[in-house]
């Protein structure tokens, strides 16, 4: 059973992160950085590499780093509170046929 929930998370962790990644990519690049790198590297700091041109800030690194801990907050919660769910209903239905 700890082996199929872990493999519940981990799928569903994997779909948060392209997910994430992609809104990030999407609401961020351009508005808050200017950065030239693949849209799923965008979501791995530092989000600016020092001597690349073409790089830069367009708002506060701590706003942008504030944003992005929502971000992460968000991509291990909400896996988790998934993986909690189908987990007590499969326990409930277990719990039916049995009694």
Known sequence: MK?????I????????FL???????WQMSGAYFVSHKAPLA?????????????N????PMRIIYIIWS?????????PAAVTWLL???HQRALNKVWM
């Open 42 to 54: 965008d979501f791995v700091p530092p989000f600016i590499h020092a001597g690349e041109d073409g």
């Open 70 to 78: 929502v971000y992460l907050a968000a991509m291990f919660l909400a």
């Open 19 to 25: 997910i994430s990644a992609s809104v990030w990519h």
């Open 9 to 16: 998370y981990g799928v569903l962790l994997l779909v948060a």
């Open 87 to 89: 987990v007590s209903l």
């Open 3 to 7: 082996l199929t929930i872990a493999f």
């Open 56 to 59: 830069f800030y367009i708002k």
